[in-house]
Nanobody
Framework: QVQLVESGGGLVQPGGSLRLSCAAS????????MNWHRQTPGKEREWLAV????????NYAESVKGRFTISRDNAKNTLYLQMDSLKPQDTAVYYC??????????WGQGTQVTVSS
C-alpha cells in the first residue's frame, strides 16, 4: 500500500536549518508530482511547495520562497525539503503528499519542526 514517511524534524534555533525527508513506497514515485505542507494547531493546513515528477519544476508559497527548497531523488524514492533561515513562525507539523489515481490525496503522518531559542 501507499506509504509516505516524513523524518528530519526537531528543535532548531531561529536562523538555523533543517532538512526534512519523505520516504515513499507502494507506488511509482517517479510518476507523480509531490508536495510539502505544514499545519499548526487551530489553523488550516498550509501548502508550501510542489515539485514535478522529474524534479525539473518547482513552485513555492510566498511565505517560504527563498528560504525553503524542495527536491527529490527518484532513485531513492525520497522527497526532501531543505529549510534555511528558519523563523519561530515556521514551527508546525510538516507533511508530504501527492495526488494519486482517482484524485485521491495521500499524506504522511507528519514530522514536528519547532523553531525556538
Amino acid at each position: 500500500q501507499v506509504q509516505l514517511v516524513e523524518s528530519g524534524g526537531g528543535l532548531v534555533q531561529p536562523g538555523g536549518s533543517l532538512r526534512l525527508s519523505c520516504a515513499a513506497s507502494g507506488f511509482t514515485f517517479r510518476g507523480y508530482g509531490m508536495n510539502w505542507h505544514r499545519q499548526t494547531p487551530g489553523k488550516e493546513r498550509e501548502w508550501l511547495a510542489v515539485i514535478d515528477s522529474g524534479g525539473y519544476s518547482t513552485n513555492y508559497a510566498e511565505s517560504v520562497k527563498g528560504r525553503f527548497t524542495i527536491s527529490r531523488d527518484n532513485a531513492k524514492n525520497t522527497l526532501y525539503l531543505q529549510m534555511d533561515s528558519l523563523k519561530p513562525q515556521d514551527t508546525a507539523v510538516y507533511y508530504c503528499s501527492f495526488r494519486g489515481a482517482g484524485a485521491i490525496d495521500y499524506w504522511g503522518q507528519g514530522t514536528q519542526v519547532t523553531v525556538s531559542s
